[in-house]
């Protein structure tokens, strides 16, 4: 239907003829960033429904009221890919969640996964890349969350978290049973809930349209197998190179996915590509400058560490299998 | 005198839901005191877990929400 509505507009309506390559890449555009629009209001009405009903306060308690045995991690880590992610937000929940008493390995699943596996990335990646690499994104970065969080927590780096947060744990707060008024009909929850999911669209809009457009250029100007001249599957730096030029990066996934694919259409190994992808999707400067408040620089350095270097195996993984 | 507080580190959301209590507030008239705390430590006493959070006479009303200026009023006049 998308299809058939971008061959209308571009070819019927602009009269441009098919097959030709400004015709092409404009259809490709509409058709595109319509799906991916589509695709992004789905994902997010979906993941405000499900932090409607379960917001972190309701995870918190679900973790603290009996003992996982290691579970919790793989748990909080899928909580962390279904919950909407929001950069400002994560120093709160680490706060809440050490405050309730949650293990710091737990906080880290937490931490790992729900900036790289959000409802936002979920959906470019769907549109894009299509519904296997989407899985084999989301499924890895999940895992991966579980893991890391799950050999951090090993490692008793307690210590490091910052002097005023152990502090301020130990405390009792101004209003302990804060309870935020619950029972809230189905009805009720719809407006706030679209309310929300455009508000998140409008946003990455405007990543979004540059995004598909430098892709589309990148399709349309750039020969097939440009780059296979320099990044092939057997050049073992490419992945350690494109992870470490990732990681400090803050870029927004709308615009970044796009021309991933792109690069990829020319040559680029696609693992490598998912796991840059990761990189900048996952880790951030601008995260690590707001995590060094609550964390000092030696937890910072193993949380980051371990997170890069299990994203680089990652794409060595996704190279051989993909 | 109300006082509300928006707790929020500076995000987008917190910066938002400051403006739109300022506004709520202004159209209400005398009475109310729109304060933002932008201080972890001052923060986590409410025990939020997103932000931003709102917080009226010491009360926590909600936090990861925004809303728009008419809902606030009817929340500050409550």
């Given amino acids: ?322 | 005198m109300k006082v509300i507080k928006v707790l929020g580190p500076g995000c987008k959301k917190c910066k938002q839901l400051e403006e739109t209590a300022k506004q709520a507030v202004a159209q209400l008239g005398e009475g109310y005191e729109v304060i933002k705390v932008e201080d972890m430590e001052q923060m986590m006493k409410y025990n939020i877990m997103s932000s931003p959070g709102l917080v009226i006479d010491e009360k926590l009303i909600s936090a990861g929400k925004t809303y728009s200026v008419e809902e606030l009023k009817e929340i500050f006049i409550k």
């Fill in chain 1, 1 to 322: 239907m998308i299809k058939s509505f971008a061959d209308w507009l571009i070819f019927e309506v602009t009269g441009l003829v098919p097959g030709s390559r400004l015709g092409e890449a404009l259809n490709f555009f509409v058709y595109d960033t319509i799906k991916i629009i589509f695709l992004l209001f789905v994902m997010t009405v979906i993941m405000g429904f499900v932090n409607s009903y379960f917001p972190v306060e309701k995870v918190k308690a679900f973790l603290t009221k009996r003992n996982w045995y290691g579970l919790d991690h793989l748990l909080v880590s899928i909580f962390g890919a279904i919950t909407p992610f929001c950069s400002c937000s994560s120093i709160p929940l680490f706060m809440g969640f050490l405050k309730g008493g949650i293990p710091l390995g737990v906080t880290l699943s937490f931490l790992i996964t729900s900036p790289l596996v959000n409802e936002v990335a979920v959906a470019i990646f769907i549109g894009i890349f299509g519904w296997k690499i989407t899985l084999i994104y989301a499924g890895s970065g999940i895992l991966m969350g579980a893991l890391v969080g799950w050999i951090l927590g090993k490692l008793k780096l307690e210590p490091y978290v910052e002097d005023w947060v152990q502090k301020a744990m130990s405390q009792q707060s101004v209003n302990q049973e804060n309870k935020i008024a619950e029972k809230v009909l189905f009805k009720d929850r719809i407006r706030p809930v679209m309310k929300e999911a455009l508000g998140i669209i409008k946003g990455v809009l405007p990543y979004l349209f540059i995004g598909i457009g430098i892709g589309g250029a990148i399709h349309g100007f750039i020969p097939t197998g440009y780059f296979e001249q320099w990044i092939t599957k057997d050049n073992p730096f490419a992945v350690p190179v494109a992870v470490i030029l990732g990681v400090p990066m803050y870029a927004n996934a709308t615009g970044i996915i796009p021309i991933l694919q792109a690069l990829v259409s020319k040559g680029i190994p696609l693992g490598t590509a998912l796991a840059f992808s990761m990189a900048v999707v996952g880790l951030s400067l601008p995260e690590a400058t707001l995590l060094r408040k609550v964390m000092k620089p030696r937890l910072i350095a193993w949380f980051f560490g371990s997170v890069t270097l299990s994203i680089i195996l990652l794409g060595y993984l996704f190279n051989l299998i993909l």
